[in-house]
């Protein structure tokens, strides 16, 4: 247990500690045990045994008792030592922690300067690109071609423009219905009607039925139990259905790119329309002010006596 204690005393780990302590528990156990055998063991052969044989058993006890001292001694030792490199871990910790954000920092700052500028400088000229063409298709358009369509603006595509019912197709179809309904029951069900005799009428008969021109009846099983159906011509549509869509506002209008330093030109603010933005994209930017240098001035506040004295 002493070398365990040695090498503990060098930069041995919380965890390691941790874990002598443990054994060291262990042993006071053992020492411990050993202290109530030797007492059981004394006390039993008082009556018994002669004196030198009884100082055997004193012995023992002397000997467990200090092996018990020792490990608890031990164990005091290790639980300061644990909390010590408890303390020295998260302290170190703190310390990898601070040293990693400043290194972090000045890779941040270091790329801020470098990039930030170029790409605000580009998404600027981006972005007087897009008015100026955007001028541009407003002129064409108001006087345009004959039979020429209209010309779609540079962010048309960011939209999710609204579509409308669409036709794909046209057919007429036989389709099974309910009873004076004017809609097919569900696809499902028409492959499962049973059809009745061609001459006979359902339980119940549909407006639409001429004796010269009989209907063709049938029934089949539903979960709500025995529907009765006829049999009707549909004129059929496949259709693409309406689709409601969003609209994006123009970037230029939306778009805040703010300067690198403190009292310069904004990179960009939101414009009111293309026009605008153009004006913004012309406009010079500005550097960030030089600060003045600061010139020393006296304060004064009331001194306590015992300084005006020694003054």
Not at 2 to 9: D, F, V, W
Not at 93 to 116: G, M, N, P
Not at 152 to 157: A, D, F, N, V
Not at 283 to 305: D, G, I, N, Q, V
């Amino acid at each position: 247990m002493s070398k365990i204690l040695n090498r503990l005393l060098g930069k041995s780990s919380s965890t390691d500690i941790a874990a002598a302590i443990t054994k060291a528990q262990a042993e006071l156990a053992q020492a411990e045990a050993a202290v109530a055998t030797a007492e059981e063991q004394y006390e039993a052969n008082l009556l018994t045994a002669d004196k030198k044989s009884l100082r055997g058993f004193l012995d023992a006890k002397t000997e467990a008792g200090i092996d018990v001292d020792q490990a608890r001694a031990r164990i005091h030792r290790l639980t300061r030592d644990h909390e010590a490199a408890i303390e020295a871990e998260a302290a170190d910790q703190r310390q990898r922690k601070y040293d990693e954000a400043k290194i972090a920092s000045e890779a941040a700052e270091k790329r801020l300067r470098r990039e930030y500028p170029k790409l605000a400088t580009g998404i600027r000229e981006l972005l007087a690109e897009v008015a100026a063409a955007s001028l541009a298709i407003d002129e064409a358009n108001a006087d345009r071609p004959e039979g020429a369509p209209a010309i779609l603006g540079p962010e048309y595509s960011r939209s999710q423009h609204q579509l409308y019912r669409e036709i794909l197709s046209e057919d007429v179809v036989w389709m099974w219905c309910e009873i004076d309904s004017s809609r097919p029951v569900r696809d499902e069900l028409q492959r499962h009607v049973h059809a009745h005799e061609k001459n006979r009428r359902g339980m119940m008969t549909d407006r639409s039925d001429r004796a010269e021109k009989p209907l063709l009846y049938g029934t089949v099983q539903t979960e709500h139990g025995a529907l009765e159906v006829v049999r009707k011509r549909f004129r059929r549509a496949k259709v693409l259905p309406d689709q409601s869509g969003y609209l994006t506002g123009p970037l230029a209008h939306e778009l805040v790119l703010p300067p690198l330093d403190a009292g310069a030109s904004p990179f960009w603010t939101p414009a009111y329309d293309q026009r605008d933005a153009a004006n913004k994209a012309a406009a010079e930017l500005k550097p960030a002010p030089k600060r003045p240098e600061r010139s020393p001035e006296f304060e004064y506040s009331l001194a306590p006596k015992e300084a005006a004295n020694a003054a």
